[in-house]
């Protein structure tokens, strides 16, 4: 398998129902690094608004006309506390099995920060299981480093 024939693109209107099936296979990836996710139901992305918002750009890697890829930046007001007043969120990062391992998320990520660093973004975040380990090594391979570490304490119901 390679990236030949690979278009990276804009998603539109029409990737409707092909994102919100890659939603779920996010989702699923998740479930082993979080008991708590809904069984049925789960939703993580506002995939219209991810479409149609200026502040944001979510992408699309089509091989032969099918989504291979996706992934997004979000540009978001930063807390007043923080030296940047806006920072990029990324997020919806997801490559076919099939296609995984050959950089694929790195050029989505290129792309995304290229187009954050257009609108003088300089700061990056995005939430990761720390337990997801091809996640997290995508990502520091990019460049991120581990930050806010999330803590939870899960009481029995
Ligand atoms: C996380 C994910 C998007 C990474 O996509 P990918 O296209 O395979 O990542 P890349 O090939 O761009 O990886 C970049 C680097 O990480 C390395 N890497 C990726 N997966 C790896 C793995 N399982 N083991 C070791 N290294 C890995 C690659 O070798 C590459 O390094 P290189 O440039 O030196 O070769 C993909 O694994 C995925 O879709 N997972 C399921 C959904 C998910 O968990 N999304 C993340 C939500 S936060």
Redesign the pocket.
């Known amino acids: 398998m390679n990236l030949d024939g690979l278009i990276l693109r804009e998603a539109k209107t029409a990737d409707y129902p092909s994102l919100v099936a890659l939603e779920q296979?996010?989702i699923d990836?998740?479930r082993p690094y979080n008991e708590s996710l809904k069984e049925k139901d789960a939703y993580y992305y506002d995939i219209e608004k991810l479409i149609s918002d200026p502040d944001s750009r979510l992408v699309v890697g089509e091989v032969s006309g099918d989504i291979v890829?996706t992934?997004y930046v979000q540009v978001r007001p930063s807390k007043p506390a923080l030296g940047h007043d806006n920072h990029g969120y990324l997020?919806?990062?997801?490559?076919?099995?099939q296609?995984?391992?050959?950089?694929?998320?790195?050029?989505?990520?290129q792309d995304l920060v290229s187009w954050g660093q257009q609108r003088q973004v300089t700061d990056f975040y995005?939430?990761?299981?720390v337990e997801?380990?091809?996640?997290v090594?995508?990502?520091?391979?990019?460049g991120f480093r581990g930050s806010l570490l999330e803590m939870k304490l899960k009481l029995e119901s």
């Not at 995005?126 to 299981?129: E, P, Q, T």
């Not at 997801?132 to 996640?135: L, R, V």
């Open positions: 296979k996010v990836a998740e890829a992934g997020g919806f990062m997801y490559v076919a099995e296609y995984r391992g050959l950089g694929l998320n790195k050029v989505i990520l995005l939430d990761v299981y997801n380990n091809s996640a090594r995508a990502y520091e391979k990019f």
